[in-house]
């Protein structure tokens, strides 16, 4: 890397309060990521640093990556953004929600750099979306859930009320009456992705008003390490987070980058790469699970295979009707299934949660 570019990119780092990290390959074509969380060793930035580490062993010496991690969403991302586009990277991935306008508006900017937006809507002739269909995840461990609890409530940290987070608390709940009519899920909002603290203590607020069963949609570990000191179940997210709760984690959803990070810098090196939208969930390995807890019981287990394998095979669709509003109206006619343009957008909750979504 020329000092020019590490003098370039450190500037943007002492902006946005975050560290930069590179790879050790000395190529021409530079491949940039933007995380918004560290790296660390789990959950949602840990998976896409392995993508990032698929592409240098894919790519050796044709690539140099860097990346950034701790970005905060808004301006500091746009900065981090535009200095990587200015210090010649070829193809740059931004990693959350919250960095889709800034990217929009970098790319603008850099008509001749390749953006690559996770989990974004909007595209332009230079940027492209992609995310995975985590909620087909959380439907087979619905299924766990709905038979695993002895209290029927689930408790639910989700970060920030968008469409990706309400579509998993829907497939969950679906899941769970399908095998357990009496089973509820209530939520506790933290609107971060990432703050360990705030998801600890909304575990313990969630398993105080009687959750036996801790899920996330939040990065850090602290859930599941609060399950496990309060002897209730949780599932990973993200990653494979057994570790930090060894008695707790009854599986995990996990989320696959590699394949794709590969697959589209190659495109964007040989010239083939085209704007496009990507969402790709059990079937095409862009998110799978990790292996189900020894405790749970042997029909369980067959159920939750049954179910996965059903998704992958197409005659299970987590959205399939009927399926009611919280309020009891009638969303989905028997018959009918949810399009992904209304998942996309989907702002409801399913009957069987509890309290009131956030706007």
Known sequence: MKLKTIASLLGAVAVAGTALMAGTASAEDKVGFVYVGPVGDHGWTYRHDIGRQAVEKALGDKVKTTYVESVKEGPDSERVIRQMAADGHKIIFTTSFGYMNPTLKVAKSFPNVKFEHATGFKRADNVSTYSGRFYE????????????????????????????????????????????????????????????????DAAKALIDQGADIILQHTDSPAPLQVAE?????????????????????????????????????????????????????????MVTLAKFNEAIPADVIKLAEETRDGIIDGSIHPFAGPIKKQDGTLAVKEGETLDDGTLLGMDWYVEGVQGKLPK
Do not use: C
């Open 137 to 200: 995840g959380r439907y087979v461990v619905g299924k766990i859930a709905g038979k695993m609890t002895k209290s029927n409530i689930i408790g639910y940290v989700g970060s920030f009320p968008i469409p990706e987070v309400v579509r998993g608390i829907n497939a969950t709940i679906l899941a769970a009456r399908s095998v357990n009519p009496d089973v509820q899920v209530k939520v506790a909002w933290v609107n971060t992705w990432y703050d360990p603290g705030k998801e600890g």
């Open 229 to 285: 000191s309060r002897g209730v179940w949780a599932v990973g997210q993200a990653s494979d987070m057994h570790h930090f709760a060894p008695k707790a984690q009854l599986t995990a959803i996990i989320d696959n980058w590699d394949p794709y990070y590969v697959a589209r810098t190659k495109a964007a090196l040989d010239g083939s790469w085209k704007s496009m939208d990507t969402w790709s969930g059990l079937k095409d390995g």
